[in-house]
C-alpha cells in the first residue's frame, strides 16, 4: 500500500495483529486495504490503521478477535535490553573491550574516583 511505505513494519504488524490472528493471509490483507479509503496526507499510518480497522469490526465489516491475555502483556523493555546484551557479546568491539580494556579502564575509573575523595574530604 502506498500509505504505509513510510510507516514502521513493527507498528503496522502490531495493528493488524487482530486480523493476522484470526488467520488472514498477507494477500487477504493486502486486498482488504486496498478498498479503504485513505486520506491523502498521513502523518500516522499505523494509528490510521488501528483507529480505521477499530471502526470497522464496530460495524462488523472485518472479523473480530479476541487476543489472549498472554500477548497482551506489556514489555517493560527487559526483552529489548536482553537483545542489546546478547548483540553487544559477539560484537568485535566489544570483544575488544572485554579481552583488552575493561580492566584498565575500570582501574583508572576507581583511581580517579580515590584521588576525587581525597581532593574533597570523601565528598564525592
Not at 493476522?20 to 479509503?37: D, F, H, K, R, S
Not at 500516522?44 to 487476543?67: F, G, I, W
Not at 566489544?94 to 574530604?121: C, D, V
Amino acid at each position: 500500500m502506498w500509505w504505509l511505505y513510510t510507516a514502521c513494519s513493527r507498528r503496522i504488524a502490531f495493528a493488524l495483529r487482530p486480523l493476522i490472528a484470526v488467520g488472514w493471509t498477507a494477500p487477504q490483507l493486502a486486498a482488504e486495504l486496498t478498498t479503504w479509503g485513505v486520506p491523502r496526507l498521513l502523518k500516522d499510518p499505523a494509528a490510521y490503521l488501528r483507529h480505521e480497522l477499530r471502526r470497522r469490526q464496530q460495524h462488523n465489516e472485518v472479523p473480530h478477535s479476541e487476543l489472549p491475555a498472554h500477548d497482551l502483556l506489556v514489555d517493560d523493555g527487559s526483552r529489548y535490553e536482553a537483545m542489546l546484551c546478547e548483540r553487544a557479546v559477539h560484537a568485535p568491539a566489544y570483544r575488544r573491550y572485554i579481552e583488552e580494556t575493561r580492566f584498565a579502564l575500570r582501574e583508572e575509573l576507581a583511581s580517579w574516583q580515590r584521588g576525587r575523595r581525597e581532593q574533597t574530604g570523601g565528598f564525592v
